[in-house]
């Protein structure tokens, strides 16, 4: 079964940045970077929204909220998401997940039923 784990999340101030890193276990030699991989983010009283998913083309895709301020990276070799995220809002305090599937997938999803495995989350507070 495919595992993936989180770390790297924290406190910042307001246009400060922050990378969170994903790594994960359960995938056969050369499956990686054919499958869907995301992070998604949900704050509190609100829905957990996609924010970054790449997928076999390499080509990451985001949430309009964080386009122009959050970079997605994959490192196939070490099975690693990455998610670089620089000037930084409040409104971007949240639990972030990153998240995976075993599905050919060309472009990444951001539409969370594609994904049926999950990390436990690490916190990112943004102060202003």
């Known amino acids: 079964e495919v595992q993936v784990v989180e770390s790297g999340g924290g406190q910042v101030m307001a246009g400060g940045s922050l990378r969170l890193s994903c790594g994960s276990s359960?995938?056969?030699?050369?499956?990686?970077?054919?499958?869907?991989r995301a992070w998604f983010r949900q704050a509190p009283g609100k829905e957990r929204e996609g924010v970054a998913s790449?997928?076999?083309?390499?080509?990451?895709i985001y949430a309009d909220s964080v386009k122009g301020r959050f970079t997605a990276s994959s490192d196939s070799g070490n099975r690693t998401l990455y998610l670089e995220m620089n000037n930084m809002e409040p409104g971007d305090s949240a639990i972030y997940y990153c998240?995976?599937?075993?599905?050919?997938?060309?472009?990444?999803?951001?539409?969370?039923?594609?994904?049926?495995?999950w990390g436990q989350g690490t916190q990112v507070t943004v102060s202003s």
């Open positions: 998240t995976a599937n075993r599905l050919y997938c060309h472009g990444g999803s951001l539409w969370i039923r594609d994904y049926p495995f």
């Open positions: 359960g995938y056969a030699d050369g499956e990686y970077s054919d499958y869907c």
């Open positions: 790449i997928g076999a083309n390499g080509l990451p």
